[in-house]
């Protein structure tokens, strides 16, 4: 079996995506167990992510302990905050053994310098929805949030989320993906240091090599695309599982 320096995955949006591509995705995990140390997940790895004091999401029970297993086994795993998750904290940090990245960083993956960031209010455009993220992510929001029970705003979620009619809708998301490679495009133009820039949110996988050894990856999707990204000092390259597992780049 493949052995990979990293991997990178993101928008697997569990308790949204189709569920044959939820088990995938737990496939996934198990076969990313046996393949790498580090597992880099860029965002939104739940479509709803909220950390109470003293409840777990039951949903999310098996995911959970799949990650634990993982970490306990000698993983690395990274988990950045999405535009659905990014309410993670102390329990993914301390129970789960996760380590927790809340907005973009320049940090070594796979042996490159990688500028890693979810993507959800990067590049041009998105101004609603960046006015929106700073009242969602306040401190008041979370109070407030917190006193609403959690059968309840799993549901109220569910009414708000869009991730399902993705899985209709397969060029949802090109404007953003445009936005995005623009930013990265620039940000690699800029920084001579970066050698890759890794971005979700638009669930579009694409792998581009800017300039000799230097890449924009952004990882599409488990809603519609199940893929995923390997990271060496040696190469990048992007993978679609199948049912049979790892699949092809």
Known sequence: MAQYTSIIVSDSHLGAAPPAHERAFHDFLRYAGDSTNDLVINGDLFDFWFEYRTVVLRRHFGTLRLLADLVDGGMRIRLVGGNHDFWAGDFLRAEIGIELVDGSVITEIGGRRTYLAHGDGLGEGDHGYRL??????????????????????AALVRLVSRTESRHERPSAGRSRAIALEAHARHMLEENATIDLVAFGHCHIPYLVEVGPGRHYLNTGDWVQHCTWASVDPDGVELHRWTHEGAGGG
């Open 132 to 153: 929106l993220r700073r009242v969602i992510r306040s401190r008041p929001a979370r109070v407030a949030y917190r006193l609403v029970h959690p059968d309840w705003s």
